[in-house]
């Protein structure tokens, strides 16, 4: 009854550090979602992945990598992490022209 | 510039009346739009959605009406709970790619007892 599971929850990095976050989906989705949310602008998506194998960029993919490593498990990697990237990040699953389901988020802030 | 836009940041009703929660879009190429609902420290849930070929679509309590000459929907929760209290988003789908969903700002709704 997992979902999508996002690791980790909290992350605090200084300017210039990297980490990548992971997200899992136990639910045969095809495409994969990572999306940031920030105060007064909703959602926005970094990067998403229609199928296995394939990555598309979002409306913000600018210092941000993604790795769609089997059809379950979908990755997002800051090289070189920036303040302007401290924001909450959920990673999502679907079913192509379903609707989304989300994970619970991991909450990054960068110093 | 913002394609879905949500223009009410928050919205304060009492309980058992009518909760209307307001998404304009400019994009005339979207053809499918959803509502989500978020509590603090979850994600979004998805909640109701609209085909551009209708106007109108209700799921017990939540009714999402449509006015694409307007480019705007709307969200209609009756009777409002105080478990509706939650940040509600707007989202669209645009024909020109089934796979990028664009969200709207939200509008926090608060339920009062």
């Known amino acids: 009854n997992a979902g999508v599971t996002q690791t980790p929850k909290f992350q605090v990095l200084k300017t210039g550090q990297s980490m990548t976050l992971q997200c899992a989906q136990d639910?045969?989705?095809?495409?994969m979602y990572w999306y940031r949310q920030d105060p007064g602008m909703g959602l926005r998506l970094i990067y998403y992945s229609a199928s296995e194998g394939t990555t598309d960029k979002g409306e913000v993919p600018n210092g941000y990598n993604v790795s769609r490593l089997n059809k379950r498990e979908f990755s997002l990697r800051l090289e070189s992490a920036a303040p302007s990237q401290t924001s909450v990040y959920f990673c999502?699953?679907?079913?192509?022209?379903?609707?989304?389901?989300f994970g619970s988020g991991t909450q990054l802030s960068v110093l | 510039d913002q394609q879905v836009k949500q223009n009410s940041p928050s919205l304060s009703v009492q309980e058992g009346r009518i909760s209307i929660l307001n998404c304009d879009y400019t994009?005339?190429?979207?053809?499918?739009f959803l509502w989500y609902k978020k509590y603090p420290a979850e994600g979004p849930t998805f909640l109701i959605s609209i085909s551009s070929i209708k106007d109108k679509n209700e799921d017990g309590r939540f009714t999402v009406f449509l006015n694409k000459s307007a480019k705007h929907l709307s969200l209609h929760i009756v009777p409002s709970q105080p478990g509706d209290s939650a940040v509600y988003f707007c989202a669209a789908k645009g024909t020109d790619s089934s796979y990028k969903l664009i969200f709207g700002s939200g509008t926090r709704l608060l339920v009062r007892p």
């Open positions: 639910m045969n989705h095809n495409s």
């Open positions: 999502a699953s679907s079913e192509p022209l379903e609707k989304l389901f």
């Open positions: 994009n005339s190429m979207f053809d499918y």
